[in-house]
Nanobody, 122 residues
Framework: QVQLVESGGGLVQAGGSLRLSCAAS????????MGWFRQAPGKEREFVAL????????YYEDSVKGRFTISRDNAKNTLYLQMDSLKPEDTAVYYC???????????????WGQGTQVTVSS
């Protein structure tokens, strides 16, 4: 298991940017596939982005392609999500998660952070 702590959320105007971070504890961070998910009020938690353990492959939900960038620094045990051109519909609690395979299914991720709130005003 790996422990995860997100940071970097906040309030931003539409069109603005935020960078989320996810700090991982433990020596095995580099062996995990890492994902970002989000959950808006009254909605299910949904996939946002995934990055392979070596950082060489990334995947995105269609609505964030071209606006969000997932990356990782295995030397710092940290995952990032750069969010640009933010829209009000991006408002949600954002979670990072660690898993053992490349999947968009939240059920396949065994470790989760506590979440960080992102609010985009119009």
């Amino acid at each position: 298991q790996v422990q995860l702590v997100e940071s970097g959320g906040g309030l931003v105007q539409a069109g603005g940017s935020l960078r989320l971070s996810c700090a991982a504890s433990g020596r095995t961070f580099s062996s995990y596939f890492m994902g970002w998910f989000r959950q808006a009020p009254g909605k299910e938690r949904e996939f946002v982005a995934l990055i392979h353990w070596n950082g060489l492959a990334t995947y995105y939900e269609d609505s964030v392609k071209g606006r969000f960038t997932i990356s990782r620094d295995n030397a710092k045990n940290t995952l990032y999500l750069q969010m640009d051109s933010l829209k009000p519909e991006d408002t949600a609690v954002y979670y990072c998660a660690a898993g053992r395979k490349p999947t968009r299914d939240k059920g396949d991720f065994g470790s989760w952070g506590q979440g960080t709130q992102v609010t985009v005003s119009s």
